[in-house]
């Protein structure tokens, strides 16, 4: 069955391309054209993804995220302009898998949908599990354990910890993360990485700011520790 795209974009010419382009590409659509109604169709129809505008009337794309966020592990990827970065970070810290600036090529729009359902799919080609101190990694069940306890991760996140914690001691630059990640060419928003490191960190280190695990390479990139 081909998936189902929820498109949420309150300006009508946007909408209408990304259906066309996503409709040629064999995906079902569904639109809204704000934050309320996007969330009563992602609740009804169970969408395989969401491509979601932050600057939506009413209650907006940050709102919508969080609550879809909470409810499902439904695949987000936000529209965004170019000057609403922090806006990005936001979003990419609530648990948004990828996000593409406006005004954007319908051909990377579709890219992207698919490189992002690749992955909840299975893209991670790794299997097993990794054991380091008191973190334990199961990458076929996708789960991450702390001294006993589960650990939440977004997909994004747990595949940026089987990455790093798969290859220790290897540097890996932002962008090696970017395309690594993401599977596409990205813009060289280097910062979405920080995001997704700054909330990995808060989830399985002791402390964020002095980390055990994930650590930073100046000027390069991160790698990761198991132990010193």
């Not at 209650?59 to 879809?68: F, I, K, Q, T």
Request: hydrophobic share 40%; net charge negative.
């Amino acid at each position: 069955m081909n998936e189902l795209i929820l498109v949420v974009d309150d300006e009508p010419k946007i909408t209408k391309l990304a259906r066309d382009y996503l409709e040629r590409n064999k995906f079902r659509v569904q639109i809204a054209d704000d934050g309320v109604a996007a969330l009563a169709i992602a609740r009804t129809v169970r969408p395989d993804l969401v491509v979601l505008d932050l600057n939506l009337p009413g209650m907006d794309g940050l709102d919508v995220c969080r609550a879809l966020r909470r409810e499902s592990g439904v695949p987000i990827i936000m529209l965004t302009a170019r000057s609403e970065e922090m806006d990005r970070l936001i979003g990419l810290e609530l648990g948004a898998d990828d996000y593409i600036t406006k005004p954007f090529s319908p051909r990377e729009l579709v890219a992207r949908v698919r490189a992002v359902l690749r992955r909840v799919q299975g893209d991670v080609q790794h299997s097993g599990r990794i054991v380091v101190g008191d973190l334990e990694i199961d990458e076929v069940g996708r789960q991450a354990v702390k001294r006993g306890e589960m650990i939440q991760l977004t997909r994004i996140e747990f595949n940026l910890l089987v990455l790093l914690a798969s290859h220790p001691g290897q540097v890996f630059t932002r962008t090696q993360l970017l395309d690594q990640l993401h599977g596409v060419t990205h813009d060289g928003y280097d910062r979405s990485v920080d995001a997704h490191v700054k909330n990995l960190r808060r989830k399985v280190e002791d402390d964020p700011s002095e980390p055990e695990y994930v650590r930073t390479v100046y000027g390069i990139g991160y790698k990761f520790v198991e132990g010193d």
